[in-house]
């Protein structure tokens, strides 16, 4: 083996691993500090943040270094300038401020350090996992986070899907209404029933009010593992809650996603899917194995497997596609005419 292609075997990818936690804390305290709203708004060298966050100097040189390595900012003869993303996502007061999103699992860091407790423990797994005992208010803030995000990734759905043929969407685990209110304002002949959680469609109901789209979005309170779905729907979505569930749970959905669907009708399933050899994504993998952290019996699906769950339901026309890069995958299959 010549000198080039001779592999290093060093420590450096695991020391990344070891300390990846301290990128995610580094970017909490920024959000909590409204370190980039405070760049965007003119506090654009070390001094002038120093005064705007009432900190020291030295505390700020520290969290500018480590948001310059992270390169969520850069700098210029001493002027900083945050990253496009940070940009767009971080500065408070614009439409696109997604903090809420970025922080959503803050509150499971500690349950995330007990994980070897929980890939351990004898005790069995719950069906519901997080949402065993779900409360109104919790699902308010829950929905609160993936609102935003819902509604973007529901934009993207509504462009890639021609939904101008389709009268009746069934969005199951539809949580705030996002795809199903974006989809009622892109397709003026449709409406749509969100199906999710009883404190969840209570929170539903308001975002449907507060879009003003409550003639054409209804909700249906229900567990979508065996509340019996409407039957006169020619469109039925579910979007990005397949890993909260086992390989059984999943294949009955789509079975009875199938026998629901009015002939030539359509499901569309977008989720967190590895690969067919496993190697990613890791956010898919990852969203997996939170469900140990959640003690539920959820897991990384892979696109194979979601195949085979439209297949063995008697969809035809199956494909799939990638929705979001390094995350998302849309499987889609058509009822039978
Ligand atoms: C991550 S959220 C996604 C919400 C929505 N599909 C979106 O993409 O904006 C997952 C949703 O699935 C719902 N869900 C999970 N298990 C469910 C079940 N068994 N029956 C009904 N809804 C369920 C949750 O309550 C939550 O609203």
């Not at 990253?83 to 959503?104: C, E, H, I, M, N």
């Not at 996603?257 to 190697?279: K, N, S, Y």
């Amino acid at each position: 083996m010549s000198k080039e292609t001779r592999e290093t075997i060093d420590t450096t990818r695991l020391q990344r691993f070891a300390r990846a936690y301290c990128e995610s804390a580094v970017l909490f305290a920024a959000i909590d500090l409204e370190l980039f709203t405070h760049v965007a708004r003119g506090a654009d060298t070390e001094d002038k943040l120093a005064s705007a966050l009432d900190i020291s100097g030295l505390r700020v040189e520290r969290l500018v270094n480590a948001a310059l390595a992270m390169k969520l900012m850069s700098i210029d003869g001493g002027t900083l300038r945050n990253a496009a993303d940070a940009s767009r996502y971080l500065v408070k007061g614009q439409p696109t401020y997604a903090a809420d999103w970025l922080t959503f699992t803050r509150a499971d860091v500690p349950k995330w350090f007990q994980l070897t407790e929980a890939l351990t423990s004898h005790q069995p797994p719950s069906v519901l996992g997080m949402y065993d005992d779900l409360t109104v208010e919790q699902a308010r803030s829950y929905h609160a986070s993936t609102y935003s995000i819902g509604t973007g990734a529901a934009r993207r759905f509504t462009k890639r899907v021609d939904l101008s043929g389709r009268r009746r969407l069934l969005d199951l685990g539809g949580g705030s209404g996002a795809y199903s209110i974006q989809a009622v304002k892109m397709y003026p002949q449709l409406s749509a029933i969100v199906l999710d959680l009883p404190p969840v469609t209570e929170v539903a109901k308001e975002y449907i009010r507060d879009a003003n789209v409550e003639d054409r979005v209804s909700v249906l309170p229900g567990d979508f593992t065996s509340t019996p779905f409407p039957d006169d729907v020619d469109v039925v979505l579910m979007a990005s809650n397949m890993a909260l569930y086992e390989e059984a749970v999943i294949a009955d959905i789509v079975r009875r996603v199938h026998d629901a669907l009015v002939p030539g009708g359509e499901f569309h399933l977008v989720g967190e899917m590895l690969d067919d050899d496993r190697g990613g994504p890791l956010d898919a993998a990852l969203w997996g194995i939170g469900e140990a952290v959640n003690h539920s019996r959820g897991k990384a699906h892979t696109i194979g497997q979601s195949l085979g769950y439209f297949r063995d339901a008697g969809f035809n026309k199956i494909t799939h596609s990638v929705f979001v890069s390094g995350t998302l995958y849309h499987v889609v299959g058509v009822k039978n005419s």
